[in-house]
Structure formats: structure tokens, C-alpha cells
């Protein structure tokens, strides 16, 4: 954990320490989590600011605050212009007190489940840093970096943007010697001219590789070319499910009657069994590239092996649920971007019986979100999918694409009385919207209560 001396981290960041000189422990920026001895930041977001909290934060007797105001309390603090980017400082300089490998993916879909992929491998002969739920913007980067101590041989964390130059700052605060962009789709869209300019953004990730870094490579995405042309001074690893030689393979592919794939993992003419404990196809490529990960820091195939088959699904992400001995409900309500409700409506069509989607919309597509709307109607019916109920809006576009057998509702609450209402035996049930549908309301009203 990050700790030191208050006069010596003012010095390396280039500010007046206002009080007594004093150790530290740790760096917090929620009052409520604050702890003796640590620094409290005071924040601006969009739903609070930290420095409403200062006087709070003062009475649980941290060791400093710092703030971009002047304090009129007599306490140490450090006075700054940018709290925000003076945290992304702080988690730089901690950072490069440690030698060891450092490994960052970013992507459109899979970061987190990859990130857990990766973490497991690691885990299993070694002590890992792992960016914790989906800490993965300049204030839980920072945060994940602040909590490395000398007992870690390996950090692991996750990149996400939504708006242009993110994944260029984190990227230099992390300094990877390992990084990973698991594919290229139309999230944030909204934010960004077209998918070239999402693939752009994404690929800043390996320009901040150090100087013996290596690139991880998914050759199955649309851009890998482009990611390669990128790596041209790098050393680049690839991995593949249709490729024909790439580095990594994932050959004789099965799946169960719950859609978890099982394959023979190929790595330089040695071949490991894997059985996937998650849903879904898609999840070969992320666990593809998190073996490469760990192949590129020589890890070998039997934790490969044993911490894939050990990785644990995170909440809201194609979660299944069994409603009886005919009925199951998969929650992947955590978030809905095109591409993801693609890969979920593939997984869907999959399991036997009525076939019913329950949608909440795609959010941050921009002037693009009535035809990505419509696609998934499109894809849905071609997948042979029964039945969609759906709210939000641009729903209305899906349901007319999708035609016979869709129902729009006006809101959350009038699509869970229906649901209610349905008859259930012998279905699986799909729940998947944007963050700001909140679909686990949708989910919490489907299971029996407890």
C-alpha cells in the first residue's frame, strides 16, 4: 500500500505541504472509507464533491488532505489546481517504485472477464494486484495502483474510455510491460467519429508499452491489422479461434447443454485441455488472450489451465440463474453495447425451449442508435429468438425490426407486471440493457424471493 512521508510526496510533486510533516498510509478519496493515517483527496464528480466532505474527513484524523481550496481548518494539507489529475500523479510515482510485470487490456467487450481470466492464471503460483470490480478510469487506476505493496509480483488492470485521450493517460501511468486490446465494437460511439477513431483510442494502449513490452493481438478482430502496424517496434503475441498460426489457438471447440465451451488450448506445439465455467462462445477469446497475457510473462499451461477452469463470473455478467428444472434466467444486465447484445442473443439461441429477450436499450450511440437499435431486432429474428420485450428509448425500433412476437413497453414497471404474468416453464429468459436501465430490477422481480 502506498506510504511515506507527507514532505517527501510534496517535494515529488512539486507542491507545499501546509502544516507538519507526517507518515502516511494510503489514499482515499470517500470520506465514509477513510481511514487513520491515510491522505484524503477531495474529488469533483458529477453526483458529489469531495471538498463538501473535508471537515467530515478531518475528524477521522488522516494524516493529510488535499484539496483546491485553501482550508480554513488546522489541519496538514496539500493545496493543488487539479485533485483529479494530481491523483493520476500520485499513482505514478508509487508505481514506479516496482519492478515487476505489469499487465493492462482495454477493449469494447470482455475487459473485465478477461481481467479476471488473467488474474486467476497469475494467482495460482503467485501473489497479484488485480484491479478490483471495474476500477478501470483515472480515479480507479489510480486506486488500484495505490494499493501495491511489496508482497506483489504481478499487477493486472483494466483500461476502459469513453472519451478521447483516457486510454493514452492511464496507459502512461501503468507503464505495461504486457498489453491487450481484446476487441474493437461501437461502445461510446456517441463520443467518437466511427469505429476507426474507437480503434485509435483503444491502440494507445500498446504506444504506452515499455520499451521491451509485448502486444497482445486478437486476430480475429476486425483491426488486428491496423494493432500489428502499431506494435511494428514491439514485440507482438497473437492468438486466434480462425486464424491459421497464430502464436495461440483454441481448436476442437465444444459446448455443454448451458453454452460453457470446452477447447484444446495450442501453444508452441504443447496443447491443454480447458472447460470454461462460463457462459457463452465469446469467452474463448477472452480466455485466449489472457493466456497469451500470461503466456508472455512465462507462465506455464497447467495454471493457464487450472485458472481458467477456476474463474468466477462477476455479477450482472451473463449470470445464470435456474428457475426450476426446465427454466433458466441469464442476468447480463451489467451493461448493453452492440456488439455484447450480439454475442448474448448468439448464447441465447442456444439453449432449448421459448427463447425470450428482455432489453433495456443500448445507451451512447449517438446519431448511430436507431440502426444499431434495429440491428439487434434484425439478428434476433434471424436467430430464431421467440420473443422480445423491451422499454426505452429506441426500443421501439428493435421491436419493429423484430416484427412478430416483440412488445414495447412504456416503462420498467408495466414490463415486469408482464413478465410476471407470462408463462415461464421451459424458456430461458435473456436480461440485458444499458447501465441507466437498471435491469436488476428486472432480475430481482423474475427470481423467487428469498
Sequence with gaps: ???????????????????????????????????????????????????????????????????????????????????????????SWWRSKFHIPFLALTGTCGKTTTKQ??????????????????????????????????????????????????????????????????????????????LDAIAKEKSDLYRTLIADGIGIVNLDDRYS???????????????????????????DIELDELQRPGFRLLYQGKSVSVQLPLLGKHNIMNALIAASMALAVNVNLTDIKCGLEKTINMPQRMQLHTLNAETVLIDDGYNAIPDAV??????????????????GGM????????????????????????AIYAFGEYCHFTIEAFGEGGKLFANQ????????????SHACLLVKGSRGSKMENVVAAILPEK
Excluded at 503460483?125 to 487506476?141: A, C, I, M, P, W
Excluded at 450480439?342 to 425451449?353: M, N, P, V, W, Y
Excluded at 414497471?413 to 408463462?423: F, H, T, V, Y
Design 117 to 194: 481470466m488473467l488474474g486467476e492464471i497469475l494467482k495460482q503460483s503467485h501473489q497479484v494486484l488485480l484491479s478490483e470490480k471495474t476500477f478501470n478510469n483515472d480515479l480507479g487506476v489510480p486506486l488500484t495502483l495505490f494499493r501495491l505493496g511489496k508482497e506483489h509480483q504481478f499487477a493486472v488492470l483494466e483500461c476502459g474510455m469513453n472519451h478521447p485521450g483516457e486510454i493514452n493517460y492511464l496507459g502512461e501511468i501503468i507503464q505495461p510491460q504486457v498489453a491487450a486490446v481484446t476487441n474493437i465494437g461501437a461502445g461510446h460511439i456517441e463520443f467518437f467519429k466511427n
Design 413 to 424: 414497471n408495466q414490463l415486469i407486471e408482464q413478465i410476471k404474468r407470462l408463462d415461464i
Design 225 to 251: 491489422t491496423y494493432f500489428q502496424d502499431v506494435l511494428h517496434s514491439n514485440k507482438i503475441m497473437t492468438c486466434s479461434v480462425q486464424a491459421k498460426q497464430p502464436q495461440v489457438k483454441a481448436v
Design 363 to 386: 445507451a451512447e450511440l449517438g446519431d448511430k442508435a436507431i440502426r444499431y437499435h434495429q440491428k439487434i431486432g434484425r439478428v434476433a429474428k434471424n436467430l430464431g429468438i421467440d
Design 342 to 359: 450480439e454475442k448474448s442473443l448468439e448464447l441465447l439461441a442456444g439453449f432449448a425451449g421459448k427463447r425470450i429477450f428482455i432489453f
Design 1 to 91: 500500500m502506498i506510504q511515506g512521508q507527507l514532505a517527501k510526496l510534496a517535494q515529488e510533486l512539486n507542491l507545499e505541504l501546509i502544516g507538519n510533516d507526517n507518515s502516511f498510509k494510503g489514499i482515499s478519496i470517500d470520506s465514509r472509507r477513510l481511514e487513520k493515517g491515510n491522505i484524503f483527496v477531495a474529488i469533483r464528480g458529477e453526483r458529489f464533491d469531495g471538498h463538501d466532505f473535508i471537515e467530515a474527513a478531518s475528524k477521522k484524523n488522516p494524516a493529510c488532505i488535499i484539496s483546491e481550496k485553501p482550508l480554513t481548518i488546522n489541519y496538514p494539507y496539500i493545496l493543488c489546481k487539479n485533485s483529479r489529475l494530481l491523483l493520476g500523479k500520485m499513482a
